[in-house]
């Protein structure tokens, strides 16, 4: 009865507002779900604009023979653009490329924007394509840190030296400066104490060099040892210790690395091949066939070639009187020629078994005159000592390292 209350006009609007609201879902419903349209144009339009840019590189290192034309063409450069970089090398900075150098090409979506020839961890050179052709020389910041490190012998230097954050390189080289003096298997002793300042380069935060020893002391069974890098305007770089006495010996004692002493220099030995007494004036490593062989010190090669006995040998005259003696090489080294200058630690030849050899090994002589003496007994030389005109630096930089290393200590302790 209600519904007869309403006057006919409201039923008429209610019906008109339901169909307006019937017809806008419509609306609103055939604009949802209108086809997608057909034309490509407006398609690749949206595409474009919605899409984040994509970001790629494609990776080529410069094998020998390979030329840049020959490059750009491999990698699609189009031959315009490739054009356009020869033609705006005015500073020639592309004819520097070399076998070895990274080239990085930089793609955003399908266009290149630039091209990079990693020199190497410092250098390299920029070809920016982004806005017509730039070709520039990068050169990056190093920036050089400086390290301490200390530390306590409890079980072997090694061990000790990696537990306090030594570098497995300065650990090495560490070794290497003071085994000149100090036997790191045999004189090693709990309660010796090492420290260390050293210095490593860094470029944006990437690592760029494994460090070198500025500065370094090894308290050995109660001895004080002190080592300094210095920059000898004669000898280069070298380590001196508080004196300016160069740590350096003058000779290796054992020609090569990885070898052991098979037979001492003994002037009364049964000769394992002969089986009569005959001295042995040398000492003999066992090593495995094709060790290298290097040069005990500074000298001029006086002999290369086959010795009797002593097969493929080569001989060294060094300063002093001195000569060392090389022999049942396998091989020479191709550069070790008679009347050549050789370097303390060029490789000279190769460990074999020519000549008497029951097996692989080196015979070493160190003649002094006409007297041969045992290498391994005979008081080395030292290397040349720092140059005279620059120990006053010398020794104002070493002031600068113990103060350091004091202030250092003191912080550690504090
Ligand atoms: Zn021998």
């Given at each position: 009865m209600i519904g007869f209350k309403k006057s006919p006009i409201k039923i008429v609007l209610g019906l008109f507002f339901v169909s307006i609201i019937f017809i806008i879902l419509l609306y609103v419903d055939s604009v949802i779900n209108?086809?997608?349209?057909?034309?490509?144009i407006s398609i690749t339009e949206d595409f474009n604009k919605s899409l984040p840019k994509v970001k790629n590189t494609l990776f080529h290192e410069v094998k020998k023979g390979d030329s840049l034309s020959v490059i750009f063409e491999e990698k699609e450069i189009p031959l315009n653009t490739a054009y356009k970089i020869f033609n705006f090398d005015e500073n020639n900075l592309?004819?520097?490329?070399?076998?070895?150098d990274k080239m990085e090409f930089n793609y955003v979506n399908e266009d290149i924007v630039n091209i990079e020839i990693i020199k190497d961890k410092i250098n390299s050179i920029l070809i920016d394509l982004s806005d017509g052709v730039s070709i520039q020389k990068l050169e990056k910041k190093i920036q050089n840190i400086k390290s301490f490190k200390k530390g306590i012998i409890s079980s072997s230097f090694y061990q000790d030296a990696l537990k306090v954050g030594m570098p497995d390189s300065i650990i090495m080289d560490f070794a290497y400066i003071f085994g000149w003096d100090i036997d790191f298997i045999f004189d090693v002793r709990k309660g010796d104490q090492f420290s260390v300042i050293f210095e490593t380069d860094y470029s944006e935060g990437e690592q760029i060099s494994s460090g070198d020893i500025i500065f370094a002391e090894f308290i050995n069974k109660g001895e004080r040892f002190i080592v300094q890098r210095f920059f000898d305007d004669i000898q280069g770089k070298q380590y001196f210790d508080?004196?300016?006495?160069?740590?350096?010996?003058?000779?290796?004692?054992?020609?090569?690395?990885?070898a052991y002493i098979?037979?001492?220099?003994?002037?009364n030995r049964m000769h394992?091949?002969?089986?009569?007494?005959?001295?042995?004036?040398g000492v003999d490593y066992a090593a495995k066939r094709n060790t290298p062989v290097q040069a005990s010190g500074d000298g001029i090669i006086s002999f290369v070639g086959e010795k009797g006995g002593y097969g493929r040998t080569v001989e060294i005259k060094h300063g002093g009187n001195i000569k060392t003696l090389y022999a049942?090489?396998?091989?020479?080294?191709?550069?070790?020629?008679?009347g050549s200058k050789v370097k303390q630690g060029e490789i000279i030849g190769y460990v074999g078994d020519s000549g008497?050899?029951?097996?692989?090994h080196l015979h070493f002589e160190f003649w002094q005159g006409r007297k041969r003496t045992d290498p391994v007994k005979v008081k080395l030389p030292s290397a040349k000592p720092i140059n005279k005109n620059q120990l006053e630096s010398f020794e104002n930089t070493l002031s600068l390292n113990l103060k350091e290393l004091n202030e250092y200590n003191s912080k550690q302790n504090g």
């Open positions: 209108k086809p997608v349209p057909i034309e490509e592309l004819s520097s490329i070399k076998p070895g508080e004196n300016g006495n160069n740590v350096r010996k003058a000779f290796l004692r054992a020609p090569l690395d990885f098979s037979s001492h220099f003994n002037p394992p091949i002969l089986h009569k007494i005959k001295a042995h004036n049942h090489l396998e091989r020479f080294n191709s550069r070790a020629k008679v008497w050899a029951t097996g692989p």
